[in-house]
T-cell receptor, first 116, second 110 residues
Framework: EAGVVQSPRYKIIEKKQPVAFWCNPI?????LYWYRQNLGQGPELLIR????????DSQLPKDRFSAERLKGVDSTLKIQPAELGDSAVYLC??????????????FGPGTRLTVL | QKEVEQDPGPLSVPEGAIVSLNCTYS??????FMWYRQYSRKGPELLMY????GNKEDGRFTAQVDKSSKYISLFIRDSQPSDSATYLC??????????FGTGTSLTVIP
């Protein structure tokens, strides 16, 4: 079974440019998460989807970040415009239900963003 | 104060040693506790999951939760070079939103 797929793996952009990350969760997983992991830190949740509904986006900086999960499968996370402080690894994870602590989150390899 | 505190290390041990990794937390409502392993340039993968207090063992790995002290531990017995990675603790109140520690970098020397 394929795991969580993310692309691109690496992205280097100049500040003020837009950037988008794509995630394909494990087939059949209803819940999708986007995390940001700064260097030397643990992942921090940006947004959580249950199917196509964003059920927790309280940590998403909405002035420059947006996300969508059309049809409840693939998801895209966008930053516009990017700032120097956005340099981080953006991780996508998926789980079957997301409503229980017993529901394992499976992480993708992440997209490493560098903003110059 | 952060929700979850974890010593970043780095921690270096000889092969075969017992490794002890720890996290403390401030939110007494946490009841789901997890340990993840993250290899370089990879996403985290779940190692151990514990609900509420107590111990859980899986092969060479043992997870302990002490809710009275707000302290969790992961023990690795007979450590192997392949255990070299960053270990992240994570906690949740309801199982939806997880708060991660900063991770402890472990190197097992052959």
């Amino acid at each position: 079974e394929a795991g969580v797929v993310q692309s691109p793996r690496y992205k280097i952009i100049e500040k003020k440019q837009p950037v988008a990350f794509w995630c394909n969760p494990i087939s059949g997983h209803n819940t999708l998460y986007w995390y940001r992991q700064n260097l030397g830190q643990g992942p921090e949740l940006l947004i959580r989807y249950e199917n196509e509904e964003a059920v927790d986006d309280s940590q998403l900086p909405k002035d420059r970040f947006s996300a969508e999960r059309l049809k409840g499968v693939d998801s895209t996370l966008k930053i516009q415009p990017a700032e120097l402080g956005d340099s981080a690894v953006y991780l996508c994870a998926s789980s079957l239900y997301g409503g229980s602590g017993t529901d394992t989150q499976y992480f993708g390899p992440g997209t490493r963003l560098t903003v110059l | 104060q952060k929700e979850v505190e974890q010593d970043p290390g780095p921690l270096s041990v000889p092969e075969g040693a017992i490794v002890s990794l720890n996290c403390t937390y401030s939110n007494s409502a946490f009841q789901y506790f997890m340990w993840y392993r993250q290899y370089s340039r990879k996403g985290p993968e779940l190692l151990m999951y514990t609900y509420s207090s107590g111990n859980k063992e899986d092969g060479r790995f043992t997870a302990q939760v002490d809710k009275s002290s707000k302290y969790i531990s992961l023990f690795i017995r007979d450590s192997q070079p392949s255990d070299s990675a960053t270990y992240l603790c994570a906690m949740s109140v309801s199982g939806n939103q997880f708060y991660f520690g900063t991770g402890t970098s472990l190197t097992v020397i052959p």
